[in-house]
């Protein structure tokens, strides 16, 4: 058992395919074919089942990719005690739809300028998921809304607020202004997934005071199309409604602000966070602020 399997045993659990991972890796898919089997050989178990080309981790290969991660996150350890190493390779970032359209494109520019050599895997998903996918270590660090309650793995991660949006309750034109939920002349809620921090606040706020029904959509356009056909209202970041074309035609109701956190576990921290994290706090006009 070595390194260079295990780092093709994570790179196989990300992607959940050989095709693809062995793509990430720069490699044959026969190479990581072989690897991995040799791997399941060495162990006595399947580390993986198989479905035609899907690769899904046994309970066996979830519980030895935990000290599979471990283990190369103390081997990278030990090559920056004797021989710090400058940003390199690929750090993996988390990100709400959001942030990625509002905040993100500024950040990563000017990340690509000063680091050229360094990608960004940049994945998508709401606070919920991601904030589990930080824990399992499948992304190296994301960007989350601090949500109601306490962080899920809040002893695992590592938080620092980065920016605050103002949460908006986007109405028809026509609709009367509003002091609370109970002025709301419709019975819908237009929002993403229920792991979105903005849903939960906005279904929070509804819930005192009206019977309002909430509608999934997939995206912050949809929700905006959905106010204009009438009979609903939807939840979206300011930030993220002034970058949108002809809302003028929308009336807004301040539900608040809401954090942004940029997340990581605790006992993990790639080279090349440090490098984001500068070029991050600079580009935001921020300091490192505890969360």
């Known amino acids: 058992m070595d390194l260079t399997s295990l780092e093709i045993l994570r790179v196989v659990a990300a992607e959940r395919s050989v095709t693809r991972a062995a793509k990430a890796l720069g490699r044959a898919p026969s190479n990581v074919t072989i690897r991995v089997q040799q791997l399941e050989q060495h162990l006595g178990v399947a580390l993986f089942s198989r479905d035609g080309k899907k690769m899904t981790l046994t309970q066996e290969g979830e519980t030895f990719l935990a000290y599979a991660n471990r283990l ?3 081997a990278q350890e030990a090559r920056e005690a004797v021989k ?9 970032v988390g990100t709400m739809e959001s942030t990625a359209a509002s905040r993100l494109p500024k950040v990563l520019s000017w990340f690509h300028t000063r680091w050229p050599t360094v990608s ?4 998508m998903g709401a606070t919920r998921e991601l904030i589990d996918d930080v824990v399992e270590e499948r992304l190296d ?10 962080i899920a793995g809040a002893g695992k991660i590592k938080a620092e607020r980065v920016f605050t949006e103002q949460l908006l309750i986007v ?30 606040v906005a279904e929070a706020w509804v819930g005192k005071s009206a019977e309002v029904q909430t509608i999934e959509v997939g995206s912050y356009h949809a929700i905006l199309a959905s106010v204009s056909a009438g009979g609903a209202v939807g ?3 300011r ?7 002809s809302t003028s035609s929308f009336k807004l109701h301040v539900l608040g602000d809401v954090d942004t956190l940029l997340i990581r576990r605790r006992d993990r921290r790639p080279p090349a966070f440090d490098a984001f994290w500068d070029v991050l706090t600079a580009a935001a006009g921020t300091n490192r602020i505890p969360a």
């Open 235 to 237: 939840v979206i970041p």
């Open 171 to 200: 109405m028809p034109r026509d609709h009367p202004e509003i002091d609370d939920a109970a002025g709301l002349q419709v019975d819908t809620l237009v929002a993403l997934e229920p792991g979105c921090t903005y849903r939960r």
């Open 120 to 123: 960004i895997k940049l994945t």
């Open 84 to 92: 710090p190493v400058e940003p390199g390779g690929c750090l993996r």
């Open 72 to 74: 190369l996150a103390l």
């Open 141 to 150: 660090c994301a960007f989350v809304a601090r949500p109601p309650g306490s």
């Open 239 to 245: 930030s993220v409604l002034e970058i949108m074309p």
